[in-house]
DNA sequence: GGGGTGTATGTTATAACATAACGGGATGCG
DNA sequence: CGCATCCCGTTATGTTATAACATACACCCC
């Protein structure tokens, strides 16, 4: 039994990929789409790691067990995992990393520590920006939405 | 005097290049920091093309001029005209835009159409993202907000 | 079984974006 | 002058991403 930070609070990890894959692998029959191994692999990858990954380290960790070599590999079945919602991607850092509640569709929110690489995923809600964006006339499709900062644990100590 | 889109709606553009341009200047020699020709020509190809533009088409823009046709020219310019807040970056489409509004500091969001490539700048209102950032304890430094859709101009028609 | 269709993979090559590192010229200052 | 700093030019390389083409396989229909 493992203990590592998802977010930025610490919490019992293992089990969390194993019911993430299998949660997967259900939507997927539901939607009539195939988690094929590569696909599969890659999510398990990216649970596992729980963290940003470029996708040339994912590509590394599949290459290293004979699911492909070649950067289409990579971006295909991270393509997959990222239109499924199972992975969102990170314009900021042009990285991936596994949704932290994949349960319901969402709008994805990022905070991003400069100093530890920390990614954590925040629920996006509509504020005064999606109201002027309608305001305006446009139609949104899909939001960006990154905070780039300090985590808790890296912030100067005020007390010594 | 020419009529281009800005943001969504059609306006004057020719003047207010120039102004841009002389606003920018006052500003550096405020600040103390160097407008030097080849990061003021780069400012007046953003603010004149007023879209968003890649780093190298940019840089073919220099060239042309014989001002510098090594990447990091057009890197080192609009790095500054990013720090200095008359340019912005846009994380989705790895490219730049001229600041819609330079006149005082601003966390900029935009709105991207999927169909054209325009792109129209926003103010960013801290939401409850920014919120529940805080309760965590993160402390946001800096934030990127991009939507992406469809403009008004190439939403299909309800009423032929 | 043969033939058509669609999806997923594999592979090559290249496009597109970005920076490290070095050297040189201008400027300012003690 | 000697030195620091800033800006610029260039070489070389690193990093991220996709176009384009070929192959494999499952599936359905006849
Ligand atoms: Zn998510
Ligand atoms: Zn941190
Ligand atoms: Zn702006
Ligand atoms: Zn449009």
Do not use: W
Not at 77 to 91: K, N
Not at 94 to 118: K, L, Q
């Amino acid at each position: 039994m493992s203990s590592d930070p998802i977010g930025f609070t610490a919490h019992d990890h293992t089990h969390c990929v194993k019911s993430a894959l299998a949660a997967a692998q259900a939507v997927c029959i539901q939607r009539g789409v195939q988690m094929t191994p590569v696909r599969l692999r890659t999510l398990e990858i990216m649970l596992e790691e729980h963290a940003a990954m470029g996708a040339y380290d994912v590509l590394a960790r599949l290459n290293a067990e004979g699911l492909g070599s070649k950067p289409p590999v990579a971006y295909r079945a991270l393509g997959f995992l990222v239109d499924q919602g199972f992975v969102h991607r990170i314009e900021r850092l042009n990285a991936f990393i596994a949704c932290a509640h994949p349960e319901d569709a969402h709008n994805p929110a990022f905070m991003i520590c400069r100093s530890c690489g920390t990614v954590a995923e925040a629920q996006a809600q509509s504020g005064t920006f999606v109201q002027s964006a309608a305001q305006t006339g446009f139609q949104i499709e899909q939001t960006v939405i990154e905070a780039e900062g300090l985590c808790p644990s890296c912030q100067p100590q005020v007390q010594p």
